[in-house]
């Protein structure tokens, strides 16, 4: 089973294509792979990550988090243990 994040961003991405077979045509799948893809709470496949991105707008990082995870914001990259004076 998948993350409930990863789930519910591929429900956004498939609603902002507006159906089950748009979002099929866009992937180059069949209608009933989607379905199945929703059904089982199954992730997006990896190889349609890309294409769903750039058609809706939903982040890849929220999409498969677990292929494209979220870089720590610069400022909070590094930790300063020094004490302050």
Known sequence: MTQ???YD???????AMG?????????G??????WK?????KALP???VLKVEASTGISRHDLRPDLYPREA???HA???LEPTR
Do not use: H
């Open 46 to 48: 990896a190889e349609y």
């Open 37 to 41: 893809w929703v059904k089982n709470g």
């Open 78 to 80: 590094a930790v300063n």
């Open 19 to 27: 159906s089950q077979a748009a979002l099929a045509s866009l992937c």
């Open 4 to 6: 409930v994040g990863q």
């Open 29 to 34: 799948v069949t209608q009933p792979a989607v």
């Open 73 to 75: 914001d610069d400022d």
């Open 9 to 15: 961003a591929m429900i956004r991405a498939l609603e």
